[in-house]
């Protein structure tokens, strides 16, 4: 069984957690481990040969290809990288043409990398009934037996009764709350979780009856891989021409071998601010704290601190969480309304939903402690045996401060060796490098002075993580 995990999306229903550069499939919002950790962990439990594939993004490759190294490096079985968000449909596509080369009958569990399954023992009794009817051509669908009269997922509406599955009746969308209440009186509707189980040919076979331009495009772009350190690049221009769709419209709506598998283990897709208070244990008064909270008079709250004490005085159903760089503060009730939020501070040109204060790179993170008019001072953490670009700045100049650790710095025909409380200076228009060539991260602060101090003033001439 080859467990593919999409991992493309930006997460911003849970801003300011969840930003577009660093989502919340790569943070432990539900326990210690990222929701994209536990993704992986439930491929691989399913049994001891079970592989893991990933389908992300540029902005999320070194990310997900971390975690891939750290739980499954000798069970993974490739990246490949999107040039294009397409929907599920073609991103799944890509993952049975690839599978189907080595045995077109191998078996893919499709699971987004977002979602949170407190049962694992009943997700791997409901996958174990779901590989019989799928080796046996069937498409299976995991429905989730519902709790309460949701109006925010679409519903699968279950037929006849089999072996373990039943035929799906049909696909419906997110219905109203008059709706929902009787969809789970009537106890044959599921909520849809967008998880599926079928044989690689199966899903192409079908999705070529139904959608043969998604298949042309996707086998086109496959066609013209190519292979970039631990990562597949399908073929940019196939790609891009590839209908927008996802499988529920283009294959599992309109197939005649759709079934559902019911499933009742916790799940949640962690799509609102509400969904994650419903998931997590409360306290007598129906709030969840996480981090440096005081409460006094608060109840059906979701309080969130990363870092400063929070203290909440006199409300109700509220959501209040602190990142380094954003506060926010929601009636529980209005949370599914953040996004018009994010799209404010799209609008005026701010950088707080696409980055955190720490932004993550391959090579490490950095993160901003001051900044003023032609002046920035960041603190840059560089992971052992990584190294930066060979760059050059047009306008600013970098001072370096060794904190702790060892760095190797290529300045112009110059190599330095630096130790902790040494430093450097770049000056502007010089070409340079920085490496840690020890065993324990290189931490240091960064002082920029220029007239432009934008993260975009870089020219690489050698990178080892090909970034352009």
């Given at each position: 069984?080859?467990a593919?995990?999409?991992?493309?999306?930006?997460?911003?229903?849970?801003w300011?957690?969840?930003?577009?550069a660093?989502?919340?499939?790569?943070l432990?919002?539900v326990s210690?481990?990222?929701l994209l950790?536990e993704?992986?962990e439930?491929?691989?439990?399913?049994?001891?040969?079970?592989?893991?594939?990933?389908?992300?993004n540029e902005?999320?490759?070194?990310?997900?290809a971390?975690?891939?190294?750290?739980?499954a490096?000798?069970?993974?079985a490739g990246i490949?990288l999107e040039?294009?968000?397409?929907n599920t449909?073609?991103?799944?596509a890509?993952?049975?043409?690839?599978?189907?080369?080595?045995n077109?009958e191998?078996l893919?569990?499709v699971?987004?990398s977002?979602h949170?399954?407190?049962?694992?023992?009943?997700?791997?009794e409901?996958v174990q009934?779901g590989?019989?009817a799928?080796?046996?051509?069937?498409l299976v669908t995991f429905?989730?037996?519902p709790?309460?009269?949701h109006?925010?997922?679409?519903y699968?509406k279950a037929?006849?009764?089999?072996?373990?599955?039943?035929?799906v009746?049909?696909?419906v969308?997110?219905p109203?709350e008059a709706t929902?209440e009787?969809?789970?009186?009537?106890g044959?509707?599921?909520?849809?979780?967008g998880?599926?189980?079928?044989?690689?040919?199966?899903y192409?076979?079908?999705?070529e009856?139904?959608?043969?331009?998604?298949?042309a495009?996707?086998?086109?772009a496959w066609?013209?891989?190519?292979?970039d350190?631990?990562?597949t690049r399908?073929?940019?221009?196939?790609?891009?021409?590839?209908p927008?769709?996802s499988?529920?419209?283009?294959v599992?709506e309109k197939?005649?071998d759709?079934?559902v598998?019911?499933?009742?283990a916790?799940?949640?897709?962690v799509g609102?601010?509400?969904?994650?208070w419903?998931?997590?244990?409360?306290d007598?008064?129906?709030?969840v704290?996480?981090?440096?909270?005081?409460?006094?008079?608060?109840s059906g709250s979701?309080i969130?601190s990363?870092?400063r004490?929070?203290?909440?005085?006199?409300?109700?159903?509220h959501v209040?969480v602190e990142?380094?760089?954003?506060?926010?503060v929601a009636?529980?009730?209005?949370?599914?309304?953040v996004?018009k939020?994010?799209?404010?501070?799209?609008?005026?040109?701010?950088?707080?939903?696409?980055?955190?204060k720490?932004?993550?790179?391959?090579?490490g993170?950095y993160?901003?402690?001051?900044?003023?008019?032609?002046?920035?001072v960041?603190?840059i953490?560089?992971?052992p045996?990584?190294?930066?670009?060979l760059?050059?700045h047009?306008?600013?100049?970098?001072h370096?401060?060794?904190?702790?650790?060892?760095?190797?710095?290529n300045?112009g025909?110059?190599?330095l060796?630096?130790?902790?409380?040494?430093s450097t200076?770049?000056?502007?228009?010089v070409?340079?490098r920085?490496t840690n060539?020890?065993v324990?991260?290189l931490?240091?602060i960064?002082?920029?002075?220029g007239?432009?101090?934008?993260?975009?003033?870089?020219?690489r001439?050698?990178?080892?993580?090909n970034?352009?």
């Amino acid at each position: 069984m080859l467990a593919v995990i999409l991992s493309g999306g930006s997460g911003t229903r849970l801003w300011p957690l969840s930003r577009e550069a660093y989502p919340k499939q790569f943070l432990p919002v539900v326990s210690d481990d990222s929701l994209l950790a536990e993704t992986i962990e439930r491929g691989l439990m399913l049994d001891t040969s079970a592989r893991v594939m990933a389908i992300t993004n540029e902005d999320h490759r070194f990310v997900v290809a971390a975690q891939l190294h750290v739980q499954a490096s000798e069970r993974t079985a490739g990246i490949i990288l999107e040039p294009v968000g397409r929907n599920t449909a073609p991103a799944i596509a890509l993952a049975a043409l690839a599978a189907a080369e080595d045995n077109p009958e191998e078996l893919l569990l499709v699971m987004p990398s977002d979602h949170v399954l407190k049962n694992l023992t009943a997700f791997r009794e409901a996958v174990q009934k779901g590989a019989d009817a799928a080796r046996s051509g069937k498409l299976v669908t995991f429905g989730i037996v519902p709790s309460s009269p949701h109006t925010g997922y679409g519903y699968i509406k279950a037929g006849a009764k089999k072996n373990g599955y039943q035929d799906v009746a049909a696909f419906v969308e997110k219905p109203d709350e008059a709706t929902a209440e009787r969809y789970l009186g009537e106890g044959d509707y599921f909520w849809n979780s967008g998880m599926f189980l079928f044989r690689a040919d199966r899903y192409l076979q079908e999705l070529e009856t139904h959608q043969p331009g998604i298949l042309a495009a996707c086998r086109e772009a496959w066609e013209q891989r190519q292979a970039d350190m631990d990562f597949t690049r399908v073929g940019k221009a196939a790609f891009e021409s590839c209908p927008d769709d996802s499988i529920d419209y283009a294959v599992m709506e309109k197939t005649h071998d759709a079934v559902v598998v019911p499933l009742d283990a916790g799940w949640s897709d962690v799509g609102s601010w509400s969904a994650l208070w419903e998931i997590q244990p409360q306290d007598g008064q129906g709030n969840v704290c996480r981090g440096d909270v005081i409460t006094e008079d608060v109840s059906g709250s979701y309080i969130h601190s990363e870092g400063r004490l929070i203290a909440v005085l006199g409300v109700s159903d509220h959501v209040i969480v602190e990142t380094d760089d954003v506060v926010l503060v929601a009636d529980r009730n209005r949370v599914q309304d953040v996004k018009k939020l994010v799209a404010k501070v799209k609008a005026q040109g701010r950088l707080e939903h696409r980055f955190h204060k720490k932004v993550h790179r391959p090579w490490g993170t950095y993160e901003g402690i001051a900044m003023g008019e032609r002046f920035q001072v960041k603190r840059i953490t560089v992971n052992p045996g990584a190294s930066l670009s060979l760059q050059k700045h047009h306008h600013r100049a970098e001072h370096w401060v060794v904190v702790k650790g060892t760095a190797t710095v290529n300045r112009g025909e110059e190599t330095l060796l630096l130790t902790e409380d040494q430093s450097t200076y770049i000056p502007l228009g010089v070409t340079h490098r920085l490496t840690n060539p020890g065993v324990i991260p290189l931490e240091l602060i960064e002082v920029q002075t220029g007239s432009y101090l934008g993260e975009d003033d870089i020219v690489r001439f050698e990178d080892t993580y090909n970034r352009v």
